[in-house]
């Protein structure tokens, strides 16, 4: 399976894992009992791999995609992919057999959400889609024993495109209503949307935008960064969102009401990722820093440095914040005290995706390999006072460059 494990006990890197090809790992997803793990590559395949076995297997690959991959989630017993190619396609897991494309985005797929029922899709094609999750509600709605051509029942799979946007689409949001919808129907198995259920999207128009799922139409557009919405995530309610913007800033705003609360400002690069733990918010930049946020007042109560590129991955767990970087690292931090607690080295260039379980941490890079790491009893480690970080040579011009590659990348985006 081209891994190999790593003799230095200090290091923690268990396995180095170069199926794809040497192709980039773009992204990866965890089943929900963590049990399996999926990744994307630039080889236009995704992977599935055990991760509760004391070696990482390769469970079978998924082949069909003819552009590289760029987003992955699971449901249940299939996967979903993304790819530059325009399309999604649904995967089952036991046969690695591709049950369904769904067609209907013109450029390429940024990013993915499945609830089991629906999956909701962003593109650079400037728009966001949602999508039946089996097709049999299309044949069985059908069932006059007529054929359905391709085109015929990817266009019934479709059931919103959600169209406003100027520029293309990043991160996206879906927010079900807290109180289920009374059905008419007799049949269970009729799919019924809420008509208070709601759907989020960040542009590259600086913009983020709520819609109604049941119609299709725009509630509210949350004006004020002034570049592109790059990360997004919701308190536990669903009821106030935080985006992370190329213009340097976080924004918490009131969903319902369309309104600003809150500026939170002092990330010197573009905010790529945030995640939110009870009244903490944890957000990872392109100037290299973690922070952590009080939500209710928007202050920064800790600074995580160290990285020496863009911070494309934030995870807390067990009080610790784990970071992908550019710089080649990943990192551990006390939450707390914001002090390091392990540097994880080996790969030869950026991560691109972090994913950890609760004994293991999982790392995707451009250089082309899975690198799988020990993080049991990571709080007793104290190995790294004497770590020796990445030389900065590599890695300051391209910090320099980080805001325009960003702007490069949404000028092409732009001319799709």
Known sequence: MGSNGSKNKNSRLIETITDHEDQDINCMALSEDQSLLVTGSEDCTARMWTTKTPQTECLGIMRGHTSYITCITLSDVFVVTGAADSTIRKWDMSTCECLFVYKGHTARI???????????????????????????????????????????????????????????????????????????????????????????????????????????????????????????????SGKTLYTGSADKTIRSWNIHRGECLKVMEGHDGPVMCLTVINRLMYSGSQDGTARCWVREFGDCTRIYRGAKHSIVAVKVQDGILYTGSGDTCARAYDAKSGSLKKLFQGHTAGLQCLLVTKEKMYTGSSDGSLRVWNIQDLDKDDKNATEEEPADEDYEEDKENDLDWLENKIDADDKV
């Not at 990013?111 to 728009?127: A, P, V």
């Not at 709605?141 to 946007?165: A, P, Q, V, W, Y």
């Open 110 to 236: 940024y990013r993915l959400i499945s609830t089991g029922e629906f999956i909701f899709s962003t593109s650079s094609d400037k728009t966001a889609k949602a999508w039946l999750f089996d097709k049999s509600e299309v044949l069985d709605e059908d069932n006059d024993g007529d054929d359905h051509d391709d085109d015929e029942l990817t266009g019934k799979m479709c059931i919103r495109s959600f169209k406003g946007h100027t520029l293309a689409v990043y991160p996206i949001i879906y927010i079900p209503a807290e109180d289920e919808v009374m059905e008419d129907s007799d049949d269970e198995d009729t799919i019924v949307i809420n008509p208070l259920d709601m759907v989020i999207t960040g542009s590259a128009d600086n913009t983020a935008k709520s819609w109604s799922f049941d119609t299709g139409g725009c509630l509210k557009t949350f004006k004020g960064h002034k570049a592109a919405v790059m990360s997004m995530v919701t308190d536990s």
